[in-house]
């Protein structure tokens, strides 16, 4: 799919300003809170199925997927049809506030995503922009066979719709980037089949860290959690511009992290341009999940903050 996306981005360029027109923010029970960042808001009030605007564009699921759906797994692909020329967006709600959201790719008549998940009960709205209006898809995803709040979580986003981002998380004293003791797309992903049998803390679940998705190019979200069985001192978080560019201006990729303790939001950083001269690296924060003390790094630079591990795994080129 990649080697489409270069025309896909300019003609999501072109519809990014035409989507962010249509920003609409609400409030009171069962409403939707927005923030200013956030592209595209449901209204709170949409019932689940289908809704939208006669003429808008089409959206249909595949295989009729149902309007409440229950899965194990720590994100969730869709796919469907669209009559959409250009991207749409899926919005992740939780309580009522839209806690997530990202892109939906159109290749022809077809859409894709793959959404990270958070543990419970949850929203999703996929919404298109046609010359008929706005419509939208709303159903509920139950995230099972996880338990409850994650005692730690941090998310990456970035603001240009092509670079890949990703989101690191080094071990306490023995974190060595790109190997086992780092948790990256190349180690903890739930799906990935390059998984390097990644084990920290107490033998078995508990202290394992688990990265939801890898997003090779539009804006994130990546989280890594920790649900359970944190080790003492500190883990340190490390923000790569693996795509190695910058897309879109002039200077760099900006990177928002935001650091969660049983899911309040403790910390938020907002990157300098990351760029592949002096700033393709990002080590953001140390934290300590047993204690909660947090202490802010802010370090950028060039090559690995720490000691190259192994060779991290092939990945595809990125088609520019
Ligand atoms: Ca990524
Ligand atoms: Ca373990």
């Known amino acids: 799919m990649r080697i489409f996306r270069a025309a896909a981005v300019t003609l999501a360029a072109l519809a990014l300003t035409l ?60 796919a469907g049809t669209t009559s959409a020329t250009t991207y749409g967006y899926w919005l992740l709600v939780t309580n009522d506030v839209l806690t997530s959201w990202g892109v939906l790719t159109v290749t022809g008549t077809v859409y894709g995503a793959e959404i990270p998940l958070f543990c419970g009960a949850q929203r999703i709205y996929f919404t298109f922009t046609g010359a008929g209006g706005r419509s939208y898809y709303v159903f509920d995803m139950n995230r099972t066979g996880c338990t409850g709040h994650a005692a730690f979580r941090v998310q990456l986003t970035w603001t240009n719709i092509t670079s890949d981002l990703d989101l690191h998380l080094l071990r306490p004293t023995t974190g060595v980037i790109f190997s086992d003791t780092d948790c990256y797309f190349g180690s903890c992903k739930a799906a990935n089949t390059s998984n390097l049998g990644l084990e920290w803390g107490a033998t078995g679940a508990a202290g394992n860290p688990i990265l939801d998705v890898d997003d090779t190019s539009y804006y994130g979200p990546e989280n890594i959690y920790l649900t359970s069985g944190a080790e003492a001192g500190q883990y340190r978080i490390i923000i790569h511009n693996y795509s190695g560019e910058h897309y879109g201006d002039a200077t760099g990729e900006v990177a928002t992290v935001r650091i969660y303790l049983n899911d309040l939001e403790v910390r938020r950083y907002v990157s300098t341009p990351l760029n592949n001269t002096t700033a393709l690296y990002w080590e953001v924060a140390k934290v300590n999940i047993l204690t909660g003390a947090i202490s802010d790094v802010g370090h950028y630079s060039s090559t690995p903050p720490t000691t190259l591990g192994a060779a991290p795994p092939a990945r595809a080129p990125i088609a520019k």
Request: charged share 5%.
């Open 19 to 78: 989507v962010s027109a249509c920003k609409e923010t609400s409030t009171g029970p069962g409403a939707v809170t927005c923030v200013a960042s956030d592209p595209v808001c449901p209204s709170g009030t949409l019932a689940l199925g289908f809704t939208g605007a006669t003429g808008a564009p089409t959206i249909v699921p595949a295989g009729g997927a149902g309007t409440s759906i229950a899965v194990s797994t720590t994100s969730y692909v869709v």
